[in-house]
């Protein structure tokens, strides 16, 4: 089992940044694949980025390509999402995921989920 708490949304201007944080509990986070996705007002959940266990290979939705960067700290058992050059497109809860599987880019590829934080883009 694993618990999952996102933190760092919050408003932003269009063009800035913010850095979002993904803490989880347990003694078994490096052996989980992380993702993040996000889900605006009358939108599906969509997939934003995914890193492997070692962390040597990320994905990335193409509309944030270049933008956002996932890493992960194994010692300190949390994952994170640079977003740089925000949009207001960008608008939506992000939520940070955890799964057993290899890497997927859907929503149902993942086993635990956190309870999303806010980001809000202005133009």
């Known amino acids: 089992q694993v618990q999952l708490v996102e933190s760092g949304g919050g408003l932003v201007q269009a063009g800035g940044s913010l850095r979002l944080s993904c803490a989880a509990s347990?003694?078994?986070?490096?052996?989980?694949?992380m993702g993040w996705f996000r889900q605006a007002p009358g939108k599906e959940r969509e997939f934003v980025a995914a890193i492997r266990r070692s962390g040597a290979n990320t994905y990335y939705a193409d509309s944030v390509k270049g933008r956002f960067t996932i890493s992960r700290d194994d010692a300190k058992n949390t994952v994170f999402l640079q977003m740089n050059s925000l949009k207001p497109e960008d608008t939506a809860v992000y939520y940070c995921?955890?799964?057993?599987?290899?890497?997927?880019?859907?929503?149902?590829?993942?086993?635990?989920w956190g309870q999303g934080t806010q980001v809000t883009v202005s133009s």
């Open positions: 347990g003694r078994t986070f490096s052996s989980y694949v």
């Open positions: 995921a955890a799964g057993n599987r290899p890497v997927e880019l859907v929503p149902r590829g993942y086993d635990y």
